[in-house]
């Protein structure tokens, strides 16, 4: 595991970043993450999907200019090698368990001064920089406040930021929406809750593999190859696997003769989903 990077010589955040948040990135070992894919996609086509996912993810975040840092908690050395490329931290997971590891980068922070932390899964394939931006504008102005970005779905939670961090114990896993949001207001947190199209989709079943590339097809091929996800699963052929797995009657692969539609709006960021997600 490499040695994990900071933002300064002894491992805290700089005092000019110190109100800004840390994002907390979460990773499952590849092998043992996207088990639901495993109809369309092999064990090693689901463990490259989730590098492709986490390397678009860290990309997003690395063009924020409103963070003061990102730490990757994982288990897996290639994850960290990928996450150390990205100029990122990385915090080896200790505790088996998604909150378990959340709570444990928690801990790390607190114990580095850092005075918020946005809590993001790494399988965002729809997630830019601005939308990143967004969500952190929105936290309310005050010493003890979360923001909640829920799933398409309002069940599960796709971004949870904290001021301080830990305010709020994580509860990811349905139906932690409500959760997190109740949770905050025991606290006596100012609450802000953020819905934003690139943070409602997220990668678990064949049936989100098909939604996102229902998306691709609408924006047009030159716009939906900025997506490292939607590339990927291209190259895979992924549309015709789902059509021959459904019989062709639930999925409908692209014509590359037909007309693309076009959009007024450019780049992955600003594709939108009506599929309800789940938390991973």
Same mark, same amino acid.
């Given at each position: 595991?490499?040695?994990?990077?900071?933002?300064? /010589?002894?491992?805290?955040?700089?005092?000019?970043?110190?109100?800004? @948040?840390?994002?907390? #990135?979460? #990773?499952?070992?590849?092998?043992?993450?996207?088990?639901?894919?495993?109809p369309?996609?092999?064990?090693?086509?689901?463990?490259?999907? =989730?590098?492709?996912?986490?390397?678009? #993810?860290?990309?997003?975040?690395?063009?924020?200019?409103?963070?003061?840092?990102?730490?990757?908690?994982?288990?897996?050395?290639g994850?960290?090698?990928? &996450?150390?490329?990205?100029?990122?931290? #990385?915090?080896?997971e200790?505790?088996?368990?998604?909150?378990? &590891?959340? *709570?444990?980068?928690?801990?790390?922070?607190? *114990?580095?001064?850092?005075?918020?932390?946005?809590?993001? @899964?790494?399988? +965002?394939?729809?997630?830019?920089?601005?939308?990143?931006?967004?969500?952190? &504008?929105?936290?309310?102005?005050? +010493?003890? /406040?979360?923001?909640?970005?829920?799933? %398409?779905? *309002?069940?599960?939670?796709?971004?949870?930021?904290?001021?301080?961090?830990?305010?709020?114990?994580?509860a990811?896993?349905?139906?932690?929406?409500?959760?997190?949001?109740?949770?905050?207001?025991?606290?006596?947190?100012?609450?802000?809750?953020?819905?934003?199209?690139?943070?409602?989709?997220?990668?678990?079943?064949?049936?989100? =593999?098909?939604?996102?590339?229902?998306? %691709? *097809?609408? =924006?047009?091929?030159?716009?939906?190859?900025?997506c490292?996800?939607?590339?990927?699963?291209?190259?895979?052929?992924?549309?015709?696997?789902? &059509?021959?797995?459904?019989?062709?009657?639930?999925?409908?692969?692209?014509?590359?003769?037909?007309?693309? @539609?076009?959009s007024?709006?450019?780049?992955?960021?600003?594709?939108?989903?009506?599929?309800?997600?789940?938390?991973?």
């Open positions: 595991m490499p040695t994990p990077k900071t933002s300064d /010589s002894d491992g805290r955040p700089a005092p000019e970043r110190s109100r800004r @948040p840390w994002a907390v #990135v979460p #990773v499952k070992a590849p092998r043992e993450a996207k088990t639901r894919l495993a369309v996609l092999s064990e090693d086509e689901r463990g490259r999907l =989730v590098e492709h996912m986490l390397d678009g #993810v860290l990309a997003a975040l690395g063009g924020s200019e409103q963070l003061a840092g990102i730490l990757v908690i994982t288990p897996d050395p994850i960290a090698e990928l &996450a150390a490329r990205h100029g990122a931290s #990385v915090l080896e200790s505790r088996s368990g998604l909150n378990t &590891a959340i *709570r444990q980068a928690c801990e790390h922070l607190r *114990r580095r001064g850092a005075g918020a932390m946005l809590v993001l @899964p790494g399988d +965002l394939p729809l997630l830019s920089t601005d939308s990143v931006d967004r969500l952190i &504008a929105e936290a309310p102005a005050t +010493l003890r /406040s979360v923001v909640v970005a829920p799933d %398409a779905s *309002r069940i599960g939670t796709n971004a949870l930021l904290c001021s301080p961090p830990g305010l709020v114990d994580p990811f896993g349905a139906p932690s929406f409500e959760q997190h949001c109740a949770r905050a207001r025991d606290a006596g947190a100012e609450l802000a809750i953020v819905t934003l199209p690139e943070l409602a989709l997220d990668l678990d079943e064949p049936a989100d =593999v098909g939604a996102i590339l229902r998306l %691709a *097809r609408g =924006v047009g091929p030159d716009r939906a190859a900025a490292r996800t939607i590339r990927f699963l291209e190259e895979l052929d992924i549309a015709r696997r789902l &059509a021959s797995r459904d019989g062709g009657s639930r999925f409908e692969c692209p014509d590359p003769e037909s007309p693309e @539609p076009q007024p709006e450019p780049e992955c960021q600003n594709l939108q989903s009506r599929h309800p997600v789940r938390d991973p």
